[in-house]
Each structure stands twice: as C-alpha cells, then as structure tokens.
C-alpha cells in the first residue's frame, strides 16, 4: 500500500519560510516522480511542484517558481519543499503524491500520477 507522510506545516508570517517533509512508503521515490500540491480553503487541489529523483529533474508551477525548492533523500525515501518568501494566497493544506508533468512551453502542468494521498499538512501564511 502506497503511503505519505507530510509534515512541517505551521503559522508563519509573510516573508517567512518553511520547510516541508514527506516519507514515503510502498513505493520508492527513485522509481517514481513524487511531488507536492495544495489546496487552499475552497479551492481545487493544484500541483505546486514535482521531482524526478532518478535524474534530477524539478518542475515548478509558475505561483512558486523561485521561491520554493523540492529536494529529495532516496536513502529516507522523503521528499522535501522549502518554501522561502511565504505569501498569504501559499495558506493552504500541502499534501504529496506520485506526479506527473506535461511541459507547455516554460509551463510546468503537474497532476498526481496515482490516486495515494496523505493527510496533508497545514501551512498558514499571516500578512
């Protein structure tokens, strides 16, 4: 069974930064492309970022290019989100899951690849 873990969310003040972690379990992040989304209070979930740790590769949507980083530990399984510069509109509960990317242009589409969620982790960001 397919499984993860997310945690590190928090109250933080815009400006501010954070850093999420998710373990995985059931399925081996090297062999899969694992990333985060988010889904803010009334709103659908959306892919945030994506990481393909067999060849390194990252995506980003455009609302947190620059100021977010997805990293990845195989040996842990964990796949990690810093995210710097916090905004009101990133408050949202983050989740992880398997991804997939289709590339438009310099647009990065991320949806999950597998229907295996975790029970999220709540970042709230305070102007």
């Known amino acids: 069974e397919v499984q993860f873990v997310e945690s590190g969310g928090g109250l933080v003040q815009a400006g501010g930064s954070l850093r999420l972690s998710c373990v995985a379990s059931g399925i081996l992040i090297d062999e899969y492309a694992i990333g985060w989304f988010r889904q803010a209070p009334g709103k659908e979930r959306v892919g945030v970022s994506c990481i393909s740790s067999s060849d390194g590769s990252t995506y980003y949507a455009d609302s947190v290019k620059g100021r977010f980083i997805i990293s990845s530990d195989d040996a842990k399984n964990t796949v990690y989100l810093q995210m710097n510069s916090l905004k009101p509109e990133d408050t949202a509960v983050y989740y992880c899951?398997?991804?997939?990317?289709?590339?438009?242009?310099?647009?990065?589409?991320?949806?999950?690849?597998?229907?295996?969620w975790g029970q999220g982790t709540l970042v709230t960001v305070s102007s």
């Open positions: 899951a398997a991804c997939r990317v289709l590339l438009q242009g310099t647009r990065a589409d991320i949806s999950h690849a597998l229907d295996a």
